[in-house]
């Protein structure tokens, strides 16, 4: 069974901070997902990625497979990019998607 | 906007009672997953259908069941309905495993 860690649990941080989230994951997957849920529940897809880095806008996700780890990287971050991360993983022997237990993030103006 | 719609947004029965949740994939998409995500579990997954049978169960109960009609929405039903299935419960859809999941806004169900 895949086990996914975050950290850190909880992250406030000042406007315009550099950002960064760490995932780890214990067997080999298939892909890592990031995901961002806001104070309405809602869940959005940021990334999926299975090897090397993917950005979009001013976030970045990277993935090391030999190390198996994965991280989220937010530049500038913003008060709006308050929300919980979550990371999840696919493959690795189980259906569907095994989640960490998120990040709350808090980016003070 | 995901392009997944689940209904109802909210739903507030007693215990003992059974409910189903709707959830209505992407077009296109062949696969719908549901998940639990309750505060002290966090999320889980649950079952996943593709194009109409089942292919996967995770944590799910025997009192829940699912299933994905011909046209591809998904239903999950829940039965005797207890305190702790109160939770956000979610359906993703995607073309399989492998790809990107969008998620629907979820379904918050509320046990009293």
């Known amino acids: 069974k895949n086990e996914v860690e975050q950290s850190p649990q909880n992250l406030t941080a000042q406007e315009g901070e550099f950002i960064t989230i760490n995932c780890s994951y214990s067997v080999g997957i298939s892909a890592l997902h990031w995901l961002q849920q806001h104070p309405g529940g809602g869940i959005v897809s940021l990334f999926m990625l299975s090897s090397g880095k993917k950005k979009h806008g001013r976030l970045i996700a990277t993935i090391n497979i030999q190390e198996k780890h994965s991280s989220l990287h937010i530049t500038a971050s913003h008060p709006r990019d308050s929300a919980v991360y979550i990371c999840?993983?696919?493959?690795?022997?189980?259906?569907?998607?095994?989640f960490g237990k998120g990040t709350h993030l808090i980016i003070q103006p | 906007d995901s392009g997944v719609t689940q209904t109802p947004k909210h739903l507030i029965t007693a215990t003992g009672q059974r409910v189903t949740l709707r959830c209505s994939p992407r077009s296109g998409d062949l696969s719908v997953y549901w998940y639990q995500q309750s505060l002290d579990q966090g999320l889980q997954f649950l079952i996943q259908?593709?194009?109409?049978?089942?292919?996967a169960k995770g944590n799910i109960l025997e009192r829940f069941s699912a299933q994905q009609f011909p046209d591809l929405h998904s239903e999950l039903n829940l039965s005797s309905l207890e305190l702790g299935d109160s939770a956000l419960y979610f359906c993703?859809?995607?073309?399989?495993?492998?790809?990107?999941?969008?998620f629907g806004q979820g379904t918050r169900l509320t046990v009293v």
């Open positions: 999840a993983a696919s493959g690795g022997g189980a259906d569907g998607l095994t």
């Open positions: 993703a859809s995607g073309l399989s495993a492998n790809t990107e999941a969008f």
């Open positions: 259908y593709y194009n109409g049978e089942e292919r």
